[in-house]
């Protein structure tokens, strides 16, 4: 009869090299964000979604905006660009505020200054043209901002600083 532990100690030995194996592995799908340099912003799970949903606004009025000046539509860009300005920053909770990077916030707030900026442009002067200066100083805070920041989940914080 104890012969037959052999077998089933090698069985686990071999168990338990395959899960090393399969965690060797997941954590080598992690060393993937090791070689991001960005800052990886820690968040709980819904601030995150929160963060992400405004994110696709944001992308939602860039588009409209766009095909607002093809249109030539005025009253499409400064609707789109309201959508995200200054005040659609209000709703978002204290909690999360204190969980960004000071850089962070100035350059999200700068974000939505600028599409309010934008819909005072192309208001005051009546003409879509008068969007594009404007949004290609909103695209330069997309572009700057993701190539600094990235976002983790608390519970899954590896790899963040
Ligand atoms: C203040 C920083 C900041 C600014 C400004 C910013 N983003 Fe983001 N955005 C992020 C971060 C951080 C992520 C998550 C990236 C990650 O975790 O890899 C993100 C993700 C996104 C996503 C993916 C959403 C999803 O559901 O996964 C989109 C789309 C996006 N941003 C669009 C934009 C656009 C368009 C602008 C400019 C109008 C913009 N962002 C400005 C920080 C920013």
Redesign the pocket.
């Known amino acids: 009869m104890k012969n037959c532990v052999l077998p089933w100690v090698l069985a686990l030995g071999f168990a338990l090299l395959s899960a090393g194996m399969a965690y060797q592995f997941i954590l080598r799908g992690n060393t993937l964000t090791l070689v ?1 340099q ?1 800052v ?2 820690v968040l709980s799970a819904e601030e ?1 979604a929160l ?6 606004d ?2 939602d ?2 588009r409209e905006i766009t095909q607002g000046v093809v249109e030539q539509d005025t009253a499409t860009i400064v609707r789109a660009a309201r959508a ?1 300005g200054r005040e659609s920053a209000q709703g978002v909770p204290a909690s999360l505020m204190g969980k ?1 990077p000071f ?6 707030l ?2 939505h200054s ?2 309010d900026e934008l819909a005072l442009n192309v208001e005051q002067m009546n003409s879509v043209e008068s969007a594009l200066p404007e949004l290609g100083k ?2 330069n ?6 190539a ?5 989940i608390t519970e899954n914080a590896q790899g963040s600083p």
């Open positions: 991001d960005r990886a912003v995150r963060v992400l949903s405004e994110m696709r944001f992308l009025s860039v995200v960004l850089e962070f916030k100035a350059l999200g700068k974000t600028a599409f909103v695209l805070n997309c572009v700057a901002c993701h600094t920041y990235r976002l983790a």
